[in-house]
Each structure stands twice: as structure tokens, then as C-alpha cells.
T-cell receptor, first 111, second 114 residues
Framework: ETGVTQSPTHLIKTRGQQVTLRCSSQ?????VSWYQQALGQGPQFIFQ???????GRGNFPPRFSGLQFPNYSSELNVNALELDDSALYLC??????????FGDGTRLSIL | GESVGLHLPTLSVQEGDNSIINCAYS??????FIWYKQESGKGPQFIID???NMDKRQGQRVTVLLNKTVKHLSLQIAATQPGDSAVYFC?????????????WGAGTKLIIKP
């Protein structure tokens, strides 16, 4: 059984740029959730995708957007990057009301 | 406001002893609770979960206790091992969030003393 995989593992961008992070869900999972984790803090829910539609959103501005593809993989896009966007971005996949399983994240640094 | 928090940011335990990590939640409407373990440089790893219709659930070397009266959650780890060193997070979910959006606490760092 293949777990959740995220790419890239690390990324460095400058303010104002745009970034796309990718996630492949665990086999059999049809729901993908994205979280932002600042250093030393718990993850913050960004949004969730189910059947290629956004299925809930946390307190994040519209410049955070996403996609889910027919194979359930997903992308997180962030436009107009700000210094505060520096964080670990985590993807989790799940099916129904079963526990979410996480990838190891993408570490995004904004200079 | 709604929050999930932990009483202690760091917990030091002797190898072989039992560990107890505590968590308080403020929303009495939460119906699902879950514990994750996060090792340095890795994503959170599922440990155990519990729904509000239960007050105890056991796994391999772990037990979660839920006290809805005082809105308290705890994770007990039996015979703590060096591999248990990590940051432990509790998270909750509300029934209004049919997508099971998780609200996370700040985490407790568990340190194992040899």
C-alpha cells in the first residue's frame, strides 16, 4: 500500500512569486486535505477536496487555491507569496470518516 | 473561542515508565478526537482516535481516555521506548464540519530519559 507522497520536499521562493505543491493520496483514499504548519505549532486547516471539488475551507485568503484530479491526487497553489507563508505544508488523504493519513510535507521558505 | 490545547509543552519520562499526555478542548459539540505523533522532519503519524460515544479506547501500547464532563482527553503510552520521542498532537472535529476538518492543539514534546 503506497502512502501519501508530497513533492517537492523543500522549496525556496521570494515574495510575490507563485508556488505549486503536489500530493499523491494513499491508495484507496478519495479525499485530500491540506494544512499549514508553522514552526513549533500545530497544523492549520487550509482546505479539503473531495470528488474534485473544494469541500471545506479554513481561514486562509483566496490566494491559496487547490485542485484535485480524477486519480485523487491534488495540488496546492499559493499566489503572491508573503514572508508569513514560510511553513511546512502537509497533505493528508482519507476515505469516508476514517483517520487522515499524512505525507511528510513540503518545507516552503520565502525570502 | 474554540480551541484544543495541551497542558504541558514538554514531558520527560524515564524509559520503561508509562507516559500520560493531556489535552483540553473547549467545544462541547466536538464528536471526534484523534492523536498524532510527529517526529522531526516527518508528517504527523496517526496513533489512535475516539468518538464522543466512547470514553476509552485501547490500541497497541496506547490508550485514549475521553472525559466529556470536563472536556479532557488523554493519551497513555505504556512502557515508553526511545522511539516514542516525538511531538504529540491532539485534534478535534465538530459535527458541523461534515468534512471532518481537524482543529489541532499546539503539541507536547515527549522526551525519553535513558
Amino acid at each position: 500500500e503506497t502512502g501519501v507522497t508530497q513533492s517537492p520536499t523543500h522549496l525556496i521562493k521570494t515574495r510575490g512569486q507563485q508556488v505549486t505543491l503536489r500530493c499523491s493520496s494513499q491508495s484507496g483514499h478519495n479525499t485530500v486535505s491540506w494544512y499549514q504548519q508553522a514552526l513549533g505549532q500545530g497544523p492549520q486547516f487550509i482546505f479539503q477536496y473531495y470528488r474534485e471539488e473544494e469541500n471545506g475551507r479554513g481561514n486562509f485568503p483566496p490566494r491559496f487555491s487547490g485542485l484535485q484530479f480524477p486519480n485523487y491526487s491534488s495540488e496546492l497553489n499559493v499566489n503572491a507569496l508573503e514572508l508569513d507563508d514560510s511553513a511546512l505544508y502537509l497533505c493528508a488523504s482519507s476515505r469516508g470518516n476514517q483517520p487522515q493519513h499524512f505525507g511528510d510535507g513540503t518545507r516552503l521558505s520565502i525570502l | 473561542g474554540e480551541s484544543v490545547g495541551l497542558h504541558l509543552p514538554t514531558l520527560s519520562v524515564q524509559e520503561g515508565d508509562n507516559s500520560i499526555i493531556n489535552c483540553a478542548y473547549s467545544n462541547s459539540a466536538s464528536d471526534y478526537f484523534i492523536w498524532y505523533k510527529q517526529e522531526s522532519g516527518k508528517g504527523p503519524q496517526f496513533i489512535i482516535d475516539i468518538r464522543s460515544n466512547m470514553d476509552k479506547r485501547q490500541g497497541q501500547r496506547v490508550t485514549v481516555l475521553l472525559n466529556k464532563t470536563v472536556k479532557h482527553l488523554s493519551l497513555q503510552i505504556a512502557a515508553t521506548q526511545p522511539g516514542d520521542s516525538a511531538v504529540y498532537f491532539c485534534a478535534e472535529s465538530h459535527p458541523r464540519d461534515s468534512n471532518y476538518q481537524l482543529i489541532w492543539g499546539a503539541g507536547t514534546k515527549l522526551i525519553i530519559k535513558p
